[in-house]
């Protein structure tokens, strides 16, 4: 039976070598080169409810420390309070033709940012009218938003160049892969709760519910999205999508680790599990 197994996790992993470079040959466009300054630590604030607890606690941490703020964040009170030194997007909604919910407004606060900021967008969103408006204090830089897995031997070099990354079902895969490129070897995680499971639940019609909180308010045009969202969804197709995302987790540490990258997760009950943890209040210490 070993040997039997052997040859299946071979074989699928020849497959998935193969589809991922189809994939990066159709989709992956030219990215941004890495930098090759070498920093120290940079702060990854994920959207999840506890990011809220730490601006409360240890907001002067928080600003300690380079830090990149993802996907909506700009559209929360504290965003000019923060100041985020790096910022990233990934969520498809933000690149489409025709802009609707809170994504209008979230460009608008993004070409209203008054300080010097590195954003990071998909390759693809190069010619955006909305990213020939951002202000010139604000460096967009590109990354390919592919998704690729396989053999380790063949996927690290795909990903030192940028062409792919191991599947971003989550903007913090993204997240990552762009503060290692940008030089940092140590990368804390804050606001990346991932504890979805809490918030499912199927209603008497067999609907599927999942309302996923941030640590900023959400609005009814938000929840109506995402109950559109989940219109048709099933049970099993959300758990499959939960253990890709914490199945990327995993081939991005093993990814981490051979580039010499720490990676630690500072989110309390965070569901991550691929990454050792901390605090903010230990790093507060090492200072």
Known sequence: MKTLEKIQRGLGKSVASLASLVKIVLMSRRPTGRCRDRKDTIIIMGNGPSLRDAMEHDMDVLKAYPRMAVNLSALAPEFRELRPDYYILADIAFFLKVKTGKVPALWEALAGVDWPMTLFLPATAR???????????????????????????????????????????????????????????????????????????????????????????????????????????????VYENYAIAFRSYHNLKAYTDRRGVEVLNATPGSFIDAFPRTTLRHLKDEN
């Open 127 to 237: 010619g955006m009218a909305e990213v020939r408006r951002l202000p010139g204090n604000v460096t967009v830089k590109y990354y390919n938003l592919t998704p690729a897995e396989g053999f380790g031997w063949l996927m690290r070099p795909v990903y030192d160049m940028g062409l792919a990354m191991p599947r971003p079902r989550n903007v913090l895969i993204p997240s990552i892969m762009s503060a290692m490129r940008e030089g940092f070897r140590r990368v804390v995680l804050i606001g990346a709760d991932h504890n979805w499971s809490k918030t499912l639940w199927v209603t008497e019609r067999n609907c599927v519910v999942s309302v996923q909180p941030h640590f900023y308010k959400d609005d009814d045009k938000e929840l109506r999205r995402a109950e559109e969202i989940f219109r048709n969804v099933r049970i099993h197709d």
